[in-house]
């Protein structure tokens, strides 16, 4: 509807297109090891006159992460496109988290994007799975029988002048409500009942919201010490 539409988009340029989010990029591979870094920036650019965001990529070439106070002075800018009113393509915001896919990527591979905003950071995270099949069957011979996990990026990401280091942290601390994307211990409450609100939004229903008073066991690994198998703590 017009009024979704004009929620949308004015939670997407409040929480998201609110300039250059640099960041280091971290890809793990279905193993959890790291298989890629990359020093980058997402720039959601607002153009207020024109009530538009540009959205484009710097990608810092033979850059590390221990050259983080000048590695953006050599860079390839990649534009992506632009956003507007009722044109958020597959992009969808509940309050400060927000959703892009998922999206059928050359490879094969389907590809979603994840993003929580606070303050000046936020985090970010790019799913990928691939279609498998079961043991037996030849893979590309029919549909596939399901998707798994193939890799993840994960990306600390702030509207600051450098992407956020441990070190960058230590040496100016985030002050004023901002977030503090590197800890020495997990943000988790262990043996904790966890309660809050969920939104969620279908193409049927809409958006819809919830108060949780507890969550089920399932889905409150991170209030309690062990997991869901045997040696997992």
Request: charged share 20%.
């Amino acid at each position: 509807t017009a009024d979704d539409s004009v929620v949308q988009w004015e939670l997407f340029k409040k929480h998201h297109g609110k300039g250059s989010w640099q960041g280091i990029w971290n890809t793990y591979d279905y193993m959890g090891d790291i298989v890629d870094e990359t020093l980058a920036s997402v720039n959601l650019i607002q153009d207020e006159d024109l009530d538009v965001v540009m959205h484009s990529q710097d990608i810092v070439m033979g850059g590390t992460v221990s050259d983080c106070d000048t590695c953006f002075d050599s860079l390839e800018r990649r534009p992506i496109g632009s956003y507007s009113l009722g044109k958020l393509g597959r992009h969808r915001c509940a309050s400060v988290g927000m959703v892009n896919g998922p999206s059928l990527l050359r490879s094969g591979a389907m590809a979603t994007e994840l993003a929580l905003s606070h303050g000046d950071g936020r985090i970010r995270v790019i799913l990928q799975h691939a279609p498998v099949w079961e043991k037996g069957v030849e893979p590309g011979s029919g549909p596939p029988q399901g998707l798994k996990l193939l890799r993840a990026m994960i990306s600390k990401e702030a509207l600051r002048p450098t992407p956020p280091t441990p070190q960058s942290e230590a040496t100016n601390p985030p002050s004023g409500g901002n977030p503090s994307l590197y800890r020495g211990t997990p943000p988790f409450q262990w043996r904790k009942r966890w309660t809050g609100t969920s939104w969620t939004w279908g193409p049927q229903n809409g958006n819809r919201g919830w108060q949780l008073d507890e969550m089920e066991e399932a889905d409150a690994w991170h209030g309690r010490p062990t997991g869901d198998g045997p040696n997992v703590w």
